[in-house]
Nanobody
Framework: QAHLVESGGALVQAGGSLRLSCVDS????????MAWFRQAPGKERELVAS????????AYADSVKGRFTISRDNAKNTVYLQMSTLKPEDTAVYYC???????????????WGRGTQVTVSS
């Protein structure tokens, strides 16, 4: 079973950058498809980016393509979300999620972190 803990959220000015991290303290991280979701106030949770268990494939929401990069380090049980050229509309709670079973593309994650707040000021 995965236990996911996100970090790296902060208040940043528009145009700035942040890197989010998500660490899994479980034993099977290298078999999980990993993803980042976000949820803004009053909006539904949306998929931001996902990465295959071996890191060979990634996928992004259109709203973040070219600005965000998802990556993983299986030796560290960690997935990252590098966010650049941030916009006020990127303000949200960002959640890390995992789907076991070497599934690609992402289906329905089984495990979720508690989230980290990203606030982008204009």
């Amino acid at each position: 079973q995965a236990h996911l803990v996100e970090s790296g959220g902060a208040l940043v000015q528009a145009g700035g950058s942040l890197r989010l991290s998500c660490v899994d303290s479980g034993r099977f991280f290298d078999s999980y498809t990993m993803a980042w979701f976000r949820q803004a106030p009053g909006k539904e949770r949306e998929l931001v980016a996902s990465i295959r268990w071996n890191g060979e494939n990634t996928a992004y929401a259109d709203s973040v393509k070219g600005r965000f990069t998802i990556s993983r380090d299986n030796a560290k049980n960690t997935v990252y979300l590098q966010m650049s050229t941030l916009k006020p509309e990127d303000t949200a709670v960002y959640y890390c999620a995992a789907e076991p079973g070497r599934i690609w593309p992402l289906g329905s994650p089984n495990y979720w972190g508690r989230g980290t707040q990203v606030t982008v000021s204009s």
